[in-house]
């Protein structure tokens, strides 16, 4: 079945530097990969997505990269924000296939002022 | 709000105990979901139903039960938990079964003493 690695499990950054984090998958026919972000006593809430018929997909300060044949892709957020201090979740799944969103561990972003 | 709503947000049960978990939504979704979240592992999907319909069981034991009524309404009925079972229970539901970005409850947080 599909598995996602998702890298650094923590990281701090200073206000209006950038953050990436990265995820590999396994199975290459996953085709669906969304972004989550979970604050504090919230569940979490999607961001992002991208399929793997684009390569990159942005929105505002947020941008998801995908690397079909290295199977990984990145989330990259810019010029950060206190408020951008979350846990970040990839996943990925195959629709139309397994249709089964496998998420990473996460990322524990901290954006200091 | 995020359109699903989990009830209650906080519960503390002892092993012996019975009780349910409620997770609602109004987003016109025909799919929706149990995932567990314990401390520094990734989301764990337990169940999935699609139009009212149990379609995965992802070998969770039988002391959690799920019921969906109607596409609207997802339970969690709990009977003799154990202490490893607390955990942040969160529901989501998409409009399709596999298709499309999940949307997450706030999840209800529990305890098993």
């Known amino acids: 079945g599909e598995n996602v690695e998702q890298h650094p499990s923590t990281l701090s950054v200073q206000e209006g530097d950038s953050a990436v984090i990265k995820c590999t998958y396994s199975?290459?026919?996953?085709?669906?990969f969304p972004w989550y972000k979970q604050e504090l006593g919230k569940g979490p809430q999607l961001i992002i997505d991208?399929?793997?018929?684009?390569g990159e997909k942005k929105d505002q300060r947020i941008a998801v990269t995908l690397n079909k044949t290295a199977k990984h892709f990145s989330l990259h957020i810019t010029e950060t924000l206190p408020e951008d201090s979350a846990v970040y979740f990839c996943?990925?799944?195959?629709?139309?296939?397994?249709?089964?969103?496998?998420f990473g561990k996460g990322t524990k972003l901290t954006v200091n002022p | 709000e995020t359109g699903v709503t989990q009830t209650p947000r906080h519960l503390v049960m002892g092993m012996t105990n019975k009780k349910s978990l409620k997770c609602e939504q109004h987003l016109g979704h025909n799919a929706m979901y149990w995932y567990k979240q314990s401390a520094k592992k990734p989301l764990e999907l337990m169940f999935v139903?699609?139009?009212?319909?149990?379609?995965e069981n992802n070998s969770v034991p039988s002391r959690f039960s799920p019921e969906c009524p109607n596409s609207s309404h997802l339970f969690l009925h709990l009977h003799t938990l154990q202490p490893e079972d607390s955990a942040l229970y969160l529901c989501?539901?998409?409009?399709?079964?596999?298709?499309?970005?999940?949307?997450f409850g706030s999840g209800t947080r529990l305890t098993v003493v």
């Open positions: 996943a990925a799944s195959t629709e139309g296939g397994s249709e089964k969103l496998v």
């Open positions: 989501a539901s998409s409009l399709e079964r596999g298709r499309g970005g999940y949307t």
């Open positions: 991208i399929r793997s018929n684009v």
């Open positions: 199975d290459s026919a996953s085709n669906y």
């Open positions: 139903y699609s139009l009212e319909e149990r379609v």
